[in-house]
């Protein structure tokens, strides 16, 4: 009998677990959602959007013209910047194209993000680019200004491409009307040193171009080594480079996945703050 009693004390003990453990699943799962119908439907993103894109085109004419302008911290201090080709750095994944059918897709069907679902949907060759993008684009080009593209969609290199998500990524752009040369495009994993941390991939460029602006929805676009940091420690890096936000440094919304979800304690309610 007490054997019978300890079974069932067991069983409702992993069962009110793995009702918890729902319940906190169906929390974050209906945020998701909801992040992900955000970014796609609401007029507000548009607007960010947009306000964002204008004011980058108008500070870029401004930047082209200043020879001591540079948004690399990687060049700060350094003269002669005016010498370098002028180029802008933009992140590609929802910062010039959308990858929210993507992940709209992935909750519908209820599923997570793995490498081999996000390849499914580049080899679709389907993107569309974010909203008001093309108010930089089109600037940058009239200005004489490259655009850069860095990315964290990783190389796996096979015996006919030494990057085959970069030739896919290149595909799906052309299909836009967007085409990049290969070698203004700096993907993930391409070197030895180019990791998820974007500081060596920017020191690359850095020595090739005067970088004028960095557009990105992540500070690790912008700041080195912040990937892996605290999100306490993240704001006061954001607060420490204020007057660069802006004018050098553009981010846009990115409510759904990055590094500032990554650092957070698990679970994430468990970072909510009441009154």
Same mark, same amino acid.
């Given at each position: 009998?007490?054997?019978?009693?300890?079974?069932?004390?067991?069983?409702?003990? $992993?069962?009110?677990?793995?009702?918890?453990?729902?319940?906190?699943?169906?929390?974050?799962?209906?945020?998701?959602?909801?992040?992900?119908?955000?970014?796609?439907?609401?007029?507000?993103?548009?607007?960010?959007?947009?306000?964002?894109?204008?004011? /980058?085109?108008?500070?870029?004419?401004?930047?082209?013209?200043?020879?001591?302008?540079?948004?690399?911290?990687?060049?700060?201090?350094?003269?002669?910047?005016?010498?370098?080709?002028?180029? %802008?750095?933009?992140?590609?994944?929802?910062?010039? %194209?959308?990858?929210?059918?993507?992940?709209?897709?992935?909750?519908?069907?209820?599923?997570?993000?793995?490498? /081999?679902?996000?390849?499914?949907?580049?080899?679709?060759?389907?993107?569309?680019?974010?909203?008001?993008?093309?108010?930089?684009?089109?600037?940058?080009?009239?200005?004489?200004? %490259?655009?850069?593209?860095?990315?964290?969609?990783?190389?796996?290199?096979?015996?006919?491409?030494?990057?085959?998500?970069?030739?896919?990524?290149?595909?799906?752009?052309?299909?836009?009307?967007?085409?990049?040369?290969?070698?203004?495009?700096?993907?993930?994993?391409?070197?030895?040193?180019?990791?998820?941390?974007?500081?060596?991939?920017?020191?690359?460029?850095?020595?090739?171009?005067?970088? $004028?602006?960095? %557009?990105?929805?992540?500070?690790?676009?912008?700041?080195?080594?912040?990937?892996?940091?605290?999100?306490?420690?993240?704001?006061?890096?954001?607060?420490?480079?204020?007057?660069?936000?802006?004018?050098?440094?553009?981010?846009?919304?990115?409510?759904?996945?990055?590094?500032?979800?990554?650092?957070? /304690?698990?679970?994430?309610?468990?970072?909510?703050?009441?009154?």
């Amino acid at each position: 009998m007490q054997a019978n009693k300890i079974k069932k004390h067991v069983k409702l003990c $992993l069962f009110s677990f793995f009702c918890l453990c729902l319940t906190q699943f169906k929390a974050f799962a209906d945020s998701d959602v909801g992040a992900i119908a955000w970014m796609q439907q609401s007029a507000e993103y548009r607007a960010i959007m947009s306000q964002t894109y204008t004011n /980058a085109a108008m500070q870029l004419e401004k930047a082209v013209f200043d020879n001591d302008w540079t948004a690399a911290i990687e060049q700060f201090g350094h003269t002669g910047m005016n010498q370098l080709p002028n180029a %802008i750095i933009m992140d590609l994944d929802d910062t010039l %194209i959308s990858t929210m059918p993507y992940r709209a897709e992935l909750a519908l069907d209820n599923n997570s993000h793995t490498d /081999a679902r996000f390849m499914s949907w580049v080899n679709t060759e389907r993107a569309k680019l974010v909203p008001h993008v093309l108010k930089l684009i089109k600037k940058a080009s009239s200005l004489g200004v %490259i655009v850069l593209l860095i990315s964290d969609r990783q190389c796996l290199p096979n015996p006919r491409d030494p990057c085959p998500i970069k030739t896919k990524t290149l595909k799906m752009l052309n299909r836009i009307s967007l085409n990049f040369p290969k070698d203004q495009m700096f993907f993930r994993g391409e070197f030895s040193d180019w990791n998820q941390d974007q500081s060596s991939r920017r020191a690359f460029i850095a020595q090739r171009y005067r970088i $004028l602006m960095i %557009i990105g929805d992540d500070i690790n676009q912008m700041i080195p080594k912040t990937a892996s940091l605290p999100a306490s420690a993240r704001q006061k890096l954001v607060a420490q480079y204020d007057d660069l936000w802006g004018s050098r440094w553009f981010l846009v919304p990115n409510p759904v996945y990055g590094a500032w979800l990554n650092t957070l /304690a698990k679970p994430v309610s468990d970072n909510l703050i009441g009154y």
